[in-house]
């Protein structure tokens, strides 16, 4: 176990669906991640926190929207969502970014948009 | 911004062989360079990284070495075990957002 859990681990969902991806580590970070992992491709960053602040978002589009209450739990909002939505998401978290910091990764939730 | 190619995207070893995996990153502003084993319904762990005042680093059968002239770093993994087959990706910082590579589905066959 890597300290990062999220849930669920499996999700499908239609189109007109509204979802939510939760997140939360155990490991006193104070930035967590969240990344889209698709097949045959490199992961790609989506979000980034520190401190509760929204710090990078990497062109990502509104029918996915974060929140972040505190440092230890990260959500990921699902509306209206595609078929080439479907991936694995990653939650990670670590210390600060911005430096030169291991990155620890919860297990994804496999989401399959119908 | 950083681009990251890593190769080959597959790779298939006798178990005992060594492995090499390679990649390249393109912004010579990054300096931190990890590399992250992905097992089958897991998230990536890391199992190495290398910072850019560092030429070479190893770790039991884990290795990094890092040409900061040339902009590209290599894993390899020395006396490869079944246990080892995974998916690599190597990834690279300049500022704390870490590019990562495309991944090496490597397969080590007893």
């Known amino acids: 176990e890597t300290g990062v859990t999220q849930t669920p681990r499996h999700l499908v969902m239609g189109m007109t669906n509204k979802k939510s991806l939760k997140c939360e580590q155990h490991l006193g970070h104070n930035a967590m991640y969240w990344y889209k992992q698709s097949a045959k491709k490199p992961l790609e960053l989506m979000f980034v926190?520190?401190?509760?602040?929204?710090?990078e978002n990497n062109s990502v589009p509104s029918r996915f929207s974060p929140e972040c209450p505190n440092s230890s739990h990260l959500f990921l909002h699902l509306h209206t969502l595609q078929p080439e939505d479907s991936a694995l998401y990653l939650c990670?978290?670590?210390?600060?970014?911005?430096?030169?910091?291991?990155?620890?990764f919860g297990p994804g939730t496999r989401l399959t948009v119908l | 911004g950083e681009n990251v190619e890593q190769h080959p995207s597959t790779l298939s070893v006798q178990e005992g062989d060594s492995a090499v995996i390679k990649c390249t990153y393109s912004?010579?502003?990054?300096?931190?360079f990890p590399w992250y084993k992905q097992e089958l319904g897991k998230g990536p762990q890391l199992i190495i990284d290398i910072r850019s005042n560092v030429g070479e680093k190893k770790d039991q059968r884990i290795a990094v070495t890092l040409n900061k002239t040339a902009k590209h770093f290599s894993l390899h993994i020395t006396e490869t075990q079944p246990e080892d087959s995974a998916v690599y990706f190597c990834a690279a910082s300049g500022g704390g957002k870490l590019i990562f590579g495309q991944g090496t589905e490597l397969s080590v066959k007893p």
């Open positions: 926190y520190n401190f509760k602040e929204q710090t």
């Open positions: 912004d010579s502003a990054s300096n931190y």
């Open positions: 990670a978290s670590s210390l600060p970014s911005g430096g030169l910091h291991e990155q620890f």
